[in-house]
């Protein structure tokens, strides 16, 4: 695998979808990362893990794919957390503003465990999310 690329490996394990990603969150990787997930889901709401633990690296285009995630599983009546994010990327992501928006855990655990009662979207409104991720994209372009 190439230092920008981005692999996305999904399995589900017990009633959780989990959604490892691993690599660089980049332009053009984040590309086309909502489609990839969805195309994981099974039919009606379900609960996903995004595991973000082999995340080496983001840039705007990866915060404004994390924010596209996260409205497409809105929009599918999912329910979602964020697992594992390393230091750097935590710190990323409170720069971009979203540490406070995505739902995010230590653990793998702590994050399954909160998917089954956390509905996407009612941590935020999705129309504030979606202004968010305008903003993001401004700044990165």
Same mark, same amino acid.
């Given at each position: 695998? &190439?230092?920008?690329? *981005? #692999?996305?490996?999904?399995?589900? %394990?017990?009633?959780?979808?989990?959604?490892? @990603?691993?690599? %660089?969150?980049?332009?053009?990787?984040?590309?086309?990362?909502?489609?990839?997930?969805?195309?994981?889901?099974? =039919?009606?709401?379900?609960?996903?893990?995004?595991?973000?633990?082999?995340? &080496?690296? *983001?840039?705007?285009?990866?915060?404004? =794919?994390?924010?596209?995630?996260?409205?497409?599983? /809105?929009? #599918?009546?999912?329910?979602? =957390?964020?697992?594992?994010?390393?230091?750097?990327?935590?710190?990323?992501?409170?720069?971009?503003? @979203?540490?406070?928006?995505?739902?995010?855990?230590?653990?793998?655990? #702590?994050?399954? &465990? /909160?998917?089954?009662? @956390?509905?996407?979207?009612?941590? /935020?409104?999705?129309?504030?999310?979606?202004? *968010?991720?305008?903003?993001?994209?401004?700044?990165?372009?």
């Amino acid at each position: 695998m &190439r230092a920008d690329e *981005l #692999a996305v490996h999904t399995e589900c %394990e017990e009633t959780v979808l989990v959604v490892r @990603l691993e690599g %660089e969150l980049v332009w053009p990787a984040a590309r086309g990362l909502s489609t990839r997930v969805q195309a994981s889901l099974p =039919a009606g709401p379900a609960a996903t893990v995004i595991d973000m633990s082999g995340v &080496r690296f *983001l840039d705007s285009s990866g915060v404004a =794919a994390l924010l596209a995630l996260y409205q497409s599983l /809105a929009e #599918a009546q999912a329910v979602v =957390a964020f697992a594992r994010p390393t230091p750097l990327i935590e710190r990323l992501l409170t720069i971009a503003g @979203l540490h406070d928006h995505l739902p995010l855990y230590d653990t793998l655990e #702590a994050a399954r &465990r /909160a998917a089954g009662g @956390l509905l996407v979207g009612q941590s /935020a409104s999705g129309r504030g999310l979606a202004d *968010l991720a305008e903003q993001v994209r401004d700044r990165g372009e």
